[in-house]
């Protein structure tokens, strides 16, 4: 398996469920480098740093990530309970279980520029249940328009609070109708509840109540939008959530044949970009031109080429699946990390291979990848250092007591140690002047290392660098690298000495898992949030510890063209 990143642990996690596997094959991992995790890959400083945590970027699970959380779910039992199923902790570590490892959160700030206005900070709360996602399935197509029905109760009756303005400038005539909409978008939820009584196979009476309350919020909350912040927020989440429901009901998103499978593919909504489709179907301007609109989009960094002053590109299919996923998933909208990525995700899954026989070879920068004529022939390294004893390569630290990966190699279980130390070479560009020496692993030879299947577990932004001659030799191949749009990314990590409701984030947070996510602001840095819950795993000095901490992140725009690779310093120029 070429790549130890999440493509790659998955792999090799799931080929190493099957009963018998170890009579079967023999499995290794190559590495670039001294770490696992690919773009999840998080390391830790050094002490006089405070073994800070440091990321790629603002990590966290939705709700829906079924396959992770089964994943982790079962490295974690493996870990640390016993044959007759105890709890099994000998290292007294602090992570141990799922609970342990995540910590759900349903609050967002969402920062959107209005005209007027400026940059207004709204906040709100996102859709959740009570169920947990590491136990549940996803639901059933009526299960999922049931849901977001009661979802647009929430808004019309306040259930629960919609998206507000941090600071909430209302008119006096959006307080005098006030509740006089109130008594009319309560008789909307009461439609509504009717017909979840019912049941919700009546698509066509569905459709004739959204109508309705579209008309509605179109004649007599549109006005009020324009006047009151706090009634824009509740417009356009209406208009979105009915828009999308309705279209999802209208196009026959989840239409069910006689068998009870989906009648339609929602690939073929891949058509459309999701603005041109939301706009086809009528949505406001208002809403489209929101932050609301661009949330899904803005957090997978969907910018062409990494260029974030323009509006994302994202088909409305993906749109789509990520909202009713989103909704209507188990448990707390999001799930952040106990610590750090490499700490709570990484670690574990490998530790897991580990125990399990699976083998690991760090220090293994591909350089090329050779194809026969249906198969792939060779693999070549770059063999970046060697061990000084025999055995494998212990890439792990402790922090806390919580095992977690350097910032730097371990210098001392190399030969070439020194002279990387010294050096400051980094073993995880592929513009490091650094040579180690060429390896070449072989299908069907008689070496240790050599292979009979190979698994591409490396980025597609990485083929020009990593396998040339596949490309030379596969026009197939060379077609999906050139067509798939890969860009690098930035993070920003800023340790503050005031917490942060002392800065001017006070919502009343305190005692809960809720923090300040923020999932649109400006570029470069297009994400923020607030992760000082972390700060007590990092080891700073009393005298000298930060009171919070903020991740910024987002794209970084791609060259025209990437440098030779003996452009040593191309990297350094690319730092801020």
Known sequence: ILGGGPAGLSTAYHLTCKPGWEEEYEITVYQMGWRLGGKAASSRADSEYGARIEEHGIHLFGNFYLNMFQMLDDCYTALYTDAEGNPYNPDDEPVTTLEDAFSGCNFQGLPDFVKGHGWVFQTGWLAHNDGKPWNGQLPDPATLVSGILYQITAVLTNKEPWFTPHHKPESLIGKWWRPIEDHVLEGFAKTIDKLLERGVEDHSKILDVLKDIRRHTQKHLRHLAEKSLSWRWKFIQLDLITTLIQVIIADEVLALDEHGNLKNDIDRLDQWDYREWLQRHDVDPMTLASGFAQIVPNIGFNYP?????????????????????????????????????????????????????????????????????????????????????????????????????????????????????????????????????TKTIRRGGDGPDDFDYVVMAISVAAH??????????????????????????????????????????????????????????????????????????????????????????GPLQKPAEWPDYDQHQFPAEQDI
């Open 305 to 437: 080429n990494g260029n974030s002053t323009g509006f994302p590109a994202f088909s409305a299919a993906p749109y789509v699946y990520f909202f009713l996923r989103q909704v209507m998933a188990e448990g707390d909208a999001l799930y952040f990390f106990a610590a750090g990525t490499g700490d709570t995700i990484v670690a574990p899954v490998y530790r897991t291979l580990l125990k399990r026989g699976v083998k690991f070879r760090f220090f293994h920068k591909v350089t090329d990848v050779v194809p026969g004529e249906n198969t792939i022939d060779e693999v070549v390294f770059d063999q970046q250092a060697t061990l000084k004893d025999q055995g494998d390569y212990e890439p792990m630290i402790r922090v806390k007591n919580m095992y977690t990966w350097p910032a730097k190699p371990l210098y001392d279980q190399l030969e070439e140690g020194e002279e990387l130390r010294e050096g400051g070479y980094d073993l995880e560009s592929y513009w490091t002047p650094w040579k180690g020496q």
């Open 464 to 553: 020009p660098a990593v396998c040339p001659k596949l490309l030379e030799h596969r026009s197939w191949w060379k077609d999906m690298v050139d067509n798939i749009d890969a860009f690098p990314t930035q993070q920003l990590q800023v340790w503050l000495d005031k917490p942060v409701e002392k800065l001017g984030w006070d919502f009343g947070l305190e005692g809960t898992t809720n923090r300040v996510v923020g999932a649109n602001y400006t570029y470069p840095f297009i994400t923020f949030t607030d992760f000082t819950d972390l700060l007590k795993w990092e080891d700073w000095p009393t005298d000298h510890a930060p009171q919070s901490v903020i991740y910024w992140s």
